[in-house]
């Protein structure tokens, strides 16, 4: 009827008609799954499981950012971590195997209650393995345990602030206006309001989710960017400080599931005159924090002022790549090419409080590691540097 050019154009019309339509059933897809009715699920999580146990196993991928998990039926609950069985997954599916060979295992190392599910229910926290038995490349929790154990004498001591950033599922920061920005930062830090702060709800309904796991969240506040926030998890000693940010992370990501809003870890979410976002790790010994402590921390920042580099590696997930568009030497960061140190300095490399100071001894807080680092990985190089000498 229309002749071959005719032909041409009205198949075309139908091939992006047809794209416009899968396109937007996909849209509507995702925007349904964020707002699912969570009174309809309230009447299937109430009716009682009998003595069977539902434990959520969760293990970092092959990214070393992201977290998955997945849930297995025990029979009844365990008591002890010999209780909880070796698992495996599709390895090929998390960046950590090959199709060919893709069986990898989960071996669990801590449990947490589960806020989710109640009751006998449980999180399992796992170290992931390849089908040698060797650990996968983004296991840093096997070489950080051996490390926190040479160490223990020192009884090392971490807190992790770890920032964050709320984003709409399009990418765009929570609760901006979507056709510009918001006003200059000043007014969003530990604000209060509905014109200066993004997300509250999500960030109460996580901290009760990590007092509910026991996990040793210490506090909460808004950030200097608006729809950033921070909690702080610590003081733990050792190899808690990995476990507990690992979950306190899964739980954040787990909760703001429910309320259709993603989260960043990404140190610098927005350019421009925004602030990024860190994971500050405070930290002391046994001899930092007793009387005369301030030498110990001195002769640790020396330590660590010979060792810059090394520290940046592995202060994110791509060996300083991430840190270089945050720590830029302005929005409170130090640069990322120089290592500095002072008291109450927020723009240097290591900040030793004013507190601290004044009574001489303490703890140090090392400014440096990325919002998106693991946390295995710089409690590590920090205990290394400062009380193996490596």
Same mark, same amino acid.
């Given at each position: 009827?229309?002749?071959?050019?005719?032909?041409?154009?009205?198949?075309?019309?139908?091939?992006?008609?047809?794209?416009? /339509?899968?396109? *937007?059933?996909?849209?509507?897809?995702?925007? %349904?799954? +964020?707002?699912?009715? @969570? &009174?309809?699920?309230?009447?299937?999580?109430?009716?009682?499981?009998?003595?069977?146990?539902?434990?959520?196993?969760?293990?970092?991928?092959?990214?070393?950012?992201?977290?998955?998990?997945?849930?297995?039926?025990?029979?009844?609950?365990?008591?002890?971590?010999?209780?909880?069985?070796?698992?495996?997954?599709?390895?090929?599916?998390?960046?950590?195997?090959?199709?060919?060979?893709?069986?990898?295992?989960?071996?669990?190392?801590?449990?947490?209650?589960?806020?989710?599910?109640?009751?006998?229910?449980?999180?399992?926290?796992?170290?992931?393995?390849?089908?040698? /038995?060797?650990? *996968?490349?983004?296991?840093?929790?096997?070489? %950080?345990? +051996?490390?926190?154990? @040479? &160490?223990?004498?020192?009884?090392?001591?971490?807190?992790?602030?770890?920032?964050?950033?709320?984003?709409?599922?399009?990418?765009?920061?929570?609760?901006?206006?979507?056709?510009?920005?918001?006003?200059?930062?000043?007014?969003?830090?530990?604000?209060?309001?509905?014109?200066?702060?993004?997300?509250?709800?999500?960030?109460?309904?996580?901290?009760?989710?990590?007092?509910?796991?026991?996990?040793?969240?210490?506090?909460?506040?808004?950030?200097?960017?608006?729809?950033?926030?921070?909690?702080?998890?610590?003081?733990?000693?050792?190899?808690?400080?990995?476990?507990?940010?690992?979950?306190?992370?899964?739980?954040?990501?787990?909760?703001?599931?429910?309320?259709?809003?993603?989260?960043?870890?990404?140190?610098?979410?927005?350019?421009?005159?925004?602030?990024?976002?860190?994971?500050?790790?405070?930290?002391?010994?046994?001899?930092?924090?007793?009387?005369?402590?301030?030498?110990?921390?001195?002769?640790?920042?020396?330590?660590?002022?010979?060792?810059?580099?090394?520290?940046?590696?592995?202060?994110?997930?791509?060996?300083?790549?991430?840190?270089?568009?945050?720590?830029?030497?302005?929005?409170?960061?130090?640069?990322?090419?120089?290592?500095?140190?002072?008291?109450?300095?927020?723009?240097?490399?290591?900040?030793?409080?004013?507190?601290?100071?004044?009574?001489?001894?303490?703890?140090?807080?090392?400014?440096?590691?990325?919002?998106?680092?693991?946390?295995?990985?710089?409690?590590?190089?920090?205990?290394?540097?400062?009380?193996?000498?490596?």
């Amino acid at each position: 009827k229309y002749g071959r050019n005719g032909h041409q154009l009205s198949v075309l019309h139908s091939l992006i008609n047809l794209h416009h /339509k899968y396109s *937007t059933r996909s849209t509507l897809k995702m925007q %349904c799954h +964020a707002q699912t009715s @969570k &009174a309809v699920l309230d009447r299937y999580m109430s009716l009682p499981q009998g003595t069977r146990v539902q434990a959520t196993y969760i293990w970092i991928d092959g990214t070393g950012e992201g977290l998955r998990s997945k849930t297995k039926t025990l029979e009844s609950k365990p008591g002890k971590m010999e209780d909880l069985p070796i698992w495996n997954y599709d390895g090929s599916s998390c960046h950590q195997a090959e199709g060919s060979n893709s069986d990898t295992y989960l071996h669990p190392v801590k449990m947490y209650p589960c806020p989710f599910r109640k009751g006998d229910n449980v999180l399992v926290l796992c170290e992931a393995y390849k089908y040698n /038995k060797e650990p *996968t490349k983004t296991n840093k929790r096997k070489d %950080c345990l +051996a490390v926190m154990e @040479k &160490a223990k004498e020192h009884k090392p001591w971490f807190g992790i602030e770890q920032e964050y950033t709320f984003l709409d599922q399009d990418g765009h920061p929570f609760g901006w206006p979507k056709n510009g920005f918001p006003g200059p930062q000043g007014p969003y830090y530990c604000a209060v309001g509905a014109s200066r702060v993004y997300g509250r709800d999500i960030v109460e309904a996580h901290y009760r989710c990590c007092l509910y796991a026991g996990i040793k969240i210490s506090g909460t506040n808004a950030e200097v960017m608006p729809a950033q926030w921070e909690f702080q998890v610590g003081p733990t000693e050792g190899i808690d400080m990995g476990d507990d940010l690992w979950v306190a992370r899964y739980l954040m990501e787990r909760v703001a599931e429910d309320f259709g809003v993603v989260v960043s870890l990404d140190p610098k979410p927005m350019v421009g005159d925004w602030n990024g976002a860190g994971a500050h790790c405070n930290f002391s010994t046994k001899a930092m924090r007793e009387e005369g402590g301030m030498k110990h921390i001195e002769a640790a920042i020396e330590k660590l002022s010979k060792n810059h580099d090394s520290h940046i590696k592995a202060y994110d997930p791509n060996e300083g790549k991430d840190n270089e568009r945050r720590l830029t030497g302005a929005h409170e960061t130090s640069s990322i090419l120089d290592f500095s140190s002072g008291v109450a300095n927020r723009g240097a490399s290591i900040r030793i409080p004013r507190e601290v100071s004044a009574q001489g001894y303490g703890y140090l807080e090392d400014r440096r590691p990325s919002s998106n680092c693991d946390p295995y990985s710089v409690t590590m190089v920090i205990v290394k540097t400062t009380c193996l000498g490596d």
